[in-house]
C-alpha cells in the first residue's frame, strides 16, 4: 500500500539557521499530490503547502518544498527558522483515492 | 465565521461507557473526515463521508460508528470505550474528495479511566 515516511520525530535547530525536515513516500501510482501540513501547541493541524507537479519548487510562509518522483521526496525547507516555526510537521500523501496519507510527523524545536 | 467545529471540547469517561462526539462545518463542502491522534502523536484516519455518503472506512474496532445526518455534520459514537482509545479525535472537511486542502477542526480530546 501508499506510505509515507518522515525519519526524524524530533529535529531541533538554532534560530536563523536553516532547516530540512525529510519526507519520502512509496506509491505504485503516478497521478500523486503531496501536502505539508502544520500543527502548533493545543491548534489544530493546517495545511502549509501543497503541490502535485514534478520538480517544481512551492513555496509559503518561508517554507519551501520541490516534489521530486525520480527519489519518491518532498522534503519541506526553510531557509532562516524562526521561534515561532517551532511545531509538529507532518507530511501526507494522495495518490487519487479517497484519503491522504499522513507521515508519523517530525517536531521541530528552534531555539533562541 | 466559516470553519470545523467540534464538541466537546475534552472528555473524561470510565471503561465501558458510550460517547459522541460533534463536528459540524460552515465550509460549504462536500468530504468530512475523522482521524485519531493518538498520544505519540500519529495522525490516522478513520472514517471518511462524501455528501452523507460513507467512503472510507478504515480498520477501526465496531465499537465505533460514524453518523452524518447532512454533508455539514459528521459525529462519531463510540458503544464501549477501552483504555486505548484515549486519544484527540480530529474532525476534518475538504472541498471534494481528491488532493483537496483539509481543514481540521479543534479536535476532541477523549480520556478514558
Known amino acids: 500500500g501508499d506510505s509515507v515516511t518522515q525519519t526524524e520525530g524530533l529535529v531541533t535547530v538554532t534560530e536563523g539557521l536553516p532547516v530540512m525536515l525529510n519526507c519520502t513516500y512509496q506509491t505504485a501510482y503516478s497521478d500523486v499530490a503531496f501536502f505539508w501540513y502544520v500543527q502548533y501547541l493545543n491548534e489544530a493541524p493546517k495545511l502549509l503547502l501543497r503541490s502535485s507537479t514534478d520538480n517544481k519548487r512551492t513555496e509559503h510562509q518561508g517554507f519551501h518544498a520541490t516534489l521530486h518522483k525520480s527519489s519518491s521526496s518532498f522534503h519541506l525547507q526553510k531557509s532562516s527558522v524562526q521561534l515561532s516555526d517551532s511545531a509538529l510537521y507532518y507530511c501526507?500523501?494522495?495518490?487519487?483515492?479517497?484519503?491522504?496519507?499522513f507521515g508519523s510527523g517530525t517536531r521541530l524545536l528552534v531555539s533562541p | 465565521e466559516t470553519a470545523v467545529f467540534q464538541t466537546p471540547n475534552y472528555h473524561v469517561t470510565q471503561v465501558g461507557n458510550e460517547v459522541s462526539f460533534n463536528c459540524k462545518q460552515t465550509l460549504g463542502h462536500d468530504t468530512m473526515y475523522w482521524y485519531k491522534q493518538d498520544s505519540k502523536k500519529l495522525l490516522k484516519i478513520m472514517f471518511s463521508?462524501?455528501?452523507?455518503?460513507?467512503?472510507v472506512n478504515e480498520t477501526v474496532p465496531r465499537r465505533f460508528s460514524p453518523q452524518s445526518s447532512d454533508k455539514a455534520h459528521l459525529n462519531l459514537r463510540i458503544k464501549s470505550v477501552e483504555p486505548e482509545d484515549s486519544a484527540v479525535y480530529l474532525c476534518?472537511?475538504?472541498?471534494?474528495?481528491?488532493?483537496?486542502?483539509?481543514?481540521f477542526g479543534p479536535g476532541t480530546r477523549l480520556t478514558v479511566l
Open positions: 476534518a472537511s475538504s472541498l471534494g474528495q481528491g488532493a483537496y486542502e483539509q481543514y
Open positions: 501526507a500523501l494522495w495518490t487519487g483515492g479517497y484519503k491522504v496519507v
Open positions: 463521508y462524501n455528501n452523507k455518503q460513507l467512503i
